[in-house]
């Protein structure tokens, strides 16, 4: 089991940068599929972006790719979402979870979820 504890969330302006972090507990951290989602207000949850267990692959949602990078520290038991040129519609609590399933972009496929971090962008 792995408890994932998101911050770096905030309220930035348009154009602006912000970098999440997700700090997982537990030694089998390197043994997970790591993902970012978000889910805005009236919305579902959608993924934004994953790596793979050595962090060699990832993977990003074409509304955020060329934009974001999703990173991993397993030294450390994180991974990371920096997330530049935000735009208002990137407003959304970001949540990470861990998956055991390789390159999955499948909510339903993540077990263990943080408690999410709001990241608002202004116009």
């Known amino acids: 089991q792995v408890q994932l504890v998101e911050s770096g969330g905030g309220l930035v302006q348009a154009g602006g940068s912000l970098r999440l972090s997700c700090a997982a507990s537990?030694?089998?951290?390197?043994?997970?599929?790591m993902g970012w989602f978000r889910q805005a207000p009236g919305k579902e949850r959608e993924f934004v972006a994953y790596?793979?267990?050595?962090?060699?692959?990832?993977h990003y949602a074409d509304s955020v790719k060329g934009r974001f990078t999703i990173s991993r520290d397993n030294a450390k038991n994180t991974v990371y979402l920096q997330m530049n040129s935000l735009k208002p519609e990137d407003t959304a609590v970001y949540y990470c979870?861990?998956?055991?399933?390789?390159?999955?972009?499948?909510?339903?496929?993540?077990?263990?979820w943080g408690q999410g971090t709001q990241v608002t962008g202004s116009s």
């Open positions: 790596a793979s267990r050595n962090g060699d692959t990832t």
């Open positions: 979870a861990a998956s055991s399933l390789y390159y999955t972009r499948s909510t339903a496929s993540y077990a263990y």
């Open positions: 537990g030694r089998t951290f390197s043994t997970y599929t």
